[in-house]
């Protein structure tokens, strides 16, 4: 086949209290409401997003962390009941999702010839991650979509950010080739926040905004620097900076998530757009798309 | 005794399924198995597994869901299998260990939710040590900001509440030693230890348990994380957890049961017999702690700042407000003062000794460090009635008459006469004569309670205590 492309890739964060906040139907807590700087970037994600035409969704979530390889979920339909281990308070979400396992084991076989350690989960027992859940959820509640599911291999605490970047930079090269051979269009997720210091305490009201705001100064200019990369097309600026980033903000992409997107799209230099920023329990989380499809439509 | 032993155990699902792979994963089931006899054998009517699988941002999680069910599948070895689980816990106990934990001042909660996702370490260390589930369980999570002084609290905590149950526990620590796997998939006749030089630190570790040293591999903990451990979320900090709830000795007897290469990570069973080896000496490195003062919330910009520049922690419900100043105790010849009992609201010290006798001064329920009052303060800063707990602030008020003793190389049984102070005879002699009868009134001092207008903070209760201490 050919043809195929990323139409858009995008900064995707997974707070499971953005889904607790919406109290959909598949979530058992409910709440008055919160976050809605967040949710309402995701409204603005979401709206975007429905402009174009998409086949197929893939995402990449650090909360399916591998130690060993990179693993894609590898039969076509998983079915289950999600529990956040750390906020089990908020999210215990019902899920139902369809995977696109032709394009997962296309990008699988590019990332074993690109010398990746990679692997299908076929065990139907499996328990999908809450951050893949959390991040399908709130770009397509009404999963419309099949997915691609990619674990985070996590080579960051193995060996350096350095190599994570490295064998990112090759999965996410990967996942553009299987995506441009599969002839079908994609919108690509990573599914990470930005500075990732929590609060230890939680109030009584999990959404009492009147408690919520990022935990240092130092935290809040990282992420303020890192959007600034994003929304004026320096990618690569940026991920030179991302050792000292992750390492200094304690930031969620050490799961390699971002790295990952930014190299499937081809280190993009057109500048993104910044859906939405927010603090979550004192995280930093931004909503950022790169509209692939716009770009290409301009240059054409 | 509390604790009847103690284990260390792999958290790699490997033994659980596929023991006939290679002869070590074989040889660490055996092991497991051998654990579960010694913790039959010990009479252990509780088991409690501490599991760096499971991390926690919110304080410390405890399972309370008294029959948790589910199919799990590791996150990397899928292939290997579903680990099918079905345990009883204690969910009573949960509790108790919760309140426990809050009394020293942890933040602490307890999770009952139905498809819970127990992690891998205590799902594979329940099903092999506790097959035929017959014993009741607690887990409790590995808080990611936890320091030594938490995590000795946390265990202090348990041991809390373990007391006050009556409980023998076999405690579990589930963790690797080294816990470097290979990076990409081998075959099990190929598992080895990754390197050299983590065989030769696992080996080094097994060497000092197998002398019973528990407390100095807590002491080496850190060196130990950052010679062998790839930084991933949980530190090497089973050990503070495990040590501390052996009284930090290093006279224990041990016994290496196995160890084993899992995809490279250092896997053993370990026993830890709270017998004494005859030999052994405590080297204190690091203070002892006994409640937690707050270090992790040194982001938290509502905790109020201490006169000594360090963080204080976030004041809770229960704090008194502002009440009479705190002094230091007063020291002298006789004097008999700790940091484990709240610091007086004059001139005086916590206790006094004349010859073999002992007197303390009174003593209430604010908690050491803290000042916060278990079970609440009787009223607000206004002055405004509030409910509060006689009950907590009853057995909180023990606590601090043991503790006071405890310093002065004495215990509960020791005491020989108490006079008992309180604000409200009608509405709290009941509740505080229930928590008596459950402690001081099994040793059996003489007791004199009496109704007085007020106490000088806003608590319930207050005992003056006379003990005779041993030779
Ligand atoms: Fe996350």
Redesign the pocket.
């Known amino acids: 086949m050919g043809g195929g492309q990323i139409v858009a890739g995008c900064l995707a964060p997974?707070p499971p209290h953005l889904v607790y906040a919406e109290s959909p139907p598949q979530n058992e807590p409910k709440a008055e409401g919160g976050w809605e700087q967040l949710r309402w970037g995701y409204d603005r994600l979401r709206a975007s997003l429905a402009e174009v035409e998409h086949d197929v969704v893939v995402i990449l979530s650090?909360?399916w962390q591998t130690y060993v390889g990179t693993h894609f979920l590898g039969l076509p339909r998983f079915e289950g009941f999600s529990v956040d281990p750390v906020f089990p308070n908020l999210f215990r979400y019902t899920y139902d999702l369809s995977i696109d396992l032709d394009l997962a084991e296309g990008i699988h076989a590019e990332a074993m010839s690109a010398g990746l350690d990679a692997h299908m989960m076929r065990n139907p027992d499996f328990r999908v991650d809450y951050?893949t859940i959390t991040t399908a959820h709130l770009t397509d509640p009404s999963w419309s979509k099949p997915l691609v599911v990619i674990s985070s291999n996590r080579s960051r605490h193995y060996y350096s950010v350095e190599v994570m970047q490295e064998m990112m930079a090759e999965l996410g090269r990967a996942t553009r080739k299987a995506i441009e051979a599969s002839g079908k269009r994609a919108v690509v997720l990573a599914s990470?926040?930005l500075s990732h210091r929590h609060f230890t305490t939680e109030p009584e009201v999990p959404e009492d905004m009147s408690h919520e705001h990022i935990t240092s100064h130092a935290m809040h200019l990282w992420d303020m620097r890192i959007i600034d990369h994003m929304i004026n097309g320096r990618s690569k600026q940026l991920l030179d900076e991302m050792p000292e980033f992750t390492d200094q903000a304690i930031a969620?992409t050490d799961g390699g998530a971002l790295t990952w997107l930014l190299h499937a799209l081809d280190l993009p230099d057109y500048n993104a757009t910044l859906h939405g920023y927010g603090t979550v329990i004192g995280t930093g989380n931004a909503i950022v798309e790169w509209p692939a499809w716009r770009h290409r439509e301009d240059s054409a | 005794m509390t604790v009847v032993a103690s284990f260390l155990v792999p958290v790699h699902p490997h033994p659980l399924l596929a023991p006939e792979a290679n002869e070590g994963y074989g040889r660490l089931r055996a092991a497991f198995e051998e654990a579960a006899a010694r913790i039959e054998a010990s009479g252990a009517d509780l088991i409690i597994v501490y599991s760096t699988t499971w991390p926690s941002i919110i304080g410390h999680q405890i399972q309370a869901d008294p029959n948790p069910v589910w199919n799990l599948v590791d996150h990397d070895f899928h292939d290997l299998g579903t680990m099918h689980y079905d345990f009883q816990i204690d969910a009573e106990f949960a509790h108790a260990w919760r309140d426990a934990a809050e009394q020293r001042g942890l933040t602490a909660r307890t999770v009952n939710y139905h498809g819970f996702p127990i992690d891998v370490g205590s799902v594979v260390s329940l099903s092999l040590l506790n097959r035929n589930n017959r014993i009741p369980a607690a887990i409790v999570s590995s808080n990611v900001y936890a320091n030594r002084a938490e995590t000795t609290v946390l265990a202090k905590s348990c041991i809390d509440a373990a007391q006050a149950a009556g409980k023998k526990v076999a405690v579990v620590a589930a963790m690797s030693l080294s816990n470097r796997m290979f990076t990409r998939r081998i075959e099990p006749e190929d598992d080895r230890i990754h390197s050299l030089k983590d065989d030769e630190w696992n080996s080094k570790i097994l060497q000092f348990l197998g002398d019973g040293r528990l407390e100095d591999v807590g002491q080496l903990s850190r060196t130990i994380h950052n010679q062998i451990r790839v930084q991933k979320v949980v530190a090497f900090k089973p050990m503070w957890f495990l040590s501390a709830m052996n009284d930090h000795r290093n006279d224990l007897t041990g016994e290496v049961l196995a160890y084993e290469a899992l995809h490279g990570a250092g896997g053993a069973v370990v026993h830890l017999d709270p017998a004494s080896n005859g030999k052994g000496d405590k080297e204190y490195d690091e203070e002892d702690v006994e409640v937690f003062g707050g270090d992790r919330n040194v982001l938290d910009t509502e905790s109020d700042h201490a006169e000594d520049g360090t963080t204080a922690p976030q004041a809770p419900a229960s704090s008194p407000g502002s009440g009479p100043a705190l002094w230091d105790p007063v020291e002298g010849e006789d004097a008999v003062n700790t940091d484990t009992a709240p610091k007086p609201v004059g001139a005086y010290p916590h206790a006094r000794r004349v010859g073999d006798m002992l007197y303390l001064s009174g003593v209430g329920p604010r908690q050491p460090g803290t000042n916060a009052i278990p079970g609440g303060p009787i009223h607000d800063e206004a002055g405004q009635p509030l409910d509060y707990d006689i009950k907590a602030q009853t057995q909180a008020v023990v606590t601090n008459v043991e503790r006071v003793l405890k310093e002065a190389g004495g215990s509960l049984e020791d005491v020989v006469d108490v006079t008992s102070f309180l604000v409200d005879m009608d509405r709290d002699f009941a509740g505080y004569n229930e928590v008596w009868a459950e402690t001081l009134g099994k040793v059996g001092p003489t007791r004199t309670t009496l109704a007085i207008r007020a106490l000088p903070t806003p608590i319930a209760v207050e005992m003056k205590v006379v003990a005779h201490l041993p030779k």
Request: no cysteine; proline share 14%; net charge negative.
């Open positions: 997974h650090p909360h951050g990470n926040s969620e």
